[in-house]
Each structure stands twice: as structure tokens, then as C-alpha cells.
């Protein structure tokens, strides 16, 4: 079983930043690809970031680009996501999650991760 715990999330002013930690335990966590999505009321799940096992590969979804970035210590077993510029249509409740596919390849489909932590809110105020 795998645990995932998120955290730093808050309040913030447009144009601030945050960062989220995404903790993880119960199996080997460096081998594994990572991703963060998000989830604003009444809206569905969508990608936000994700990173390969290694580190060595991201993908972002256009709405962050340039302005999110996702990181990974595999000694720490943590996965971040510095976000930089907040816009309030970055409120939403953050969710990191753990894939078991062996992939050299960011994965940007929820359905391709098999665990999930119990998220964390951004509110970005105008």
C-alpha cells in the first residue's frame, strides 16, 4: 500500500506562490512516475504536472506552463510543485498521485496512476 500526504497549500494573493510537498511511503517511491491534478468546484479532475521516475522528464499542461514546476527528491520520497504567478483560476483542491506503470514517460492521464493523496486547497484571491 502506498500513502500520500500533501501539504502547503493556502491562501495566497494573485501573482504569489506556493509550494506543495507530496510525501510519500509504503514501497519504493523512486521508481515510479508522479503527477499533480487539481479539481476547482463543480469542475472535473484535470492534469496539472507530472515527472518520470527519474526526474529527468516533465510535462505540464498548458495553463501552467511557465509558471508551475514539478520536481522530485527520491531520497526525501517527496515530489513538489512550485507554483510562481497565481491567477484565482488556480483555486482548486491539489491531489499528487503515484503510478506503478514502469514508463520513461511523464503520464498526464489520471486513469494511468493508481494512488492518491488526500489533497490539499489553493485559494488564489484577485
Known amino acids: 500500500q502506498v500513502q500520500l500526504v500533501e501539504s502547503g497549500g493556502g491562501l495566497v494573493q494573485a501573482g504569489g506562490s506556493l509550494r506543495l510537498s507530496c510525501a510519500a511511503s509504503?514501497?519504493?517511491?523512486?521508481?515510479?512516475?508522479m503527477g499533480w491534478f487539481r479539481q476547482a468546484p463543480g469542475e472535473e479532475r484535470e492534469f496539472v504536472a507530472a515527472?518520470?521516475?527519474?526526474?529527468?522528464?516533465?510535462s505540464y499542461a498548458d495553463s501552467v506552463k511557465g509558471r508551475f514546476t514539478i520536481s522530485r527528491d527520491n531520497a526525501k520520497n517527496t515530489v513538489y510543485l512550485q507554483m510562481n504567478s497565481l491567477k484565482p483560476e488556480d483555486t482548486a483542491v491539489y491531489y499528487c498521485?503515484?503510478?506503478?506503470?514502469?514508463?520513461?514517460?511523464?503520464?498526464?492521464?489520471?486513469?494511468?496512476?493508481?494512488?492518491w493523496g488526500q489533497g490539499t486547497q489553493v485559494t488564489v484571491s484577485s
Open positions: 498521485a503515484s503510478s506503478m506503470v514502469r514508463t520513461p514517460n511523464p503520464l498526464v492521464r489520471d486513469v494511468s496512476y493508481n494512488y
Open positions: 515527472i518520470t521516475w527519474s526526474g529527468g522528464s516533465t
Open positions: 509504503g514501497r519504493t517511491f523512486s521508481a515510479y512516475p
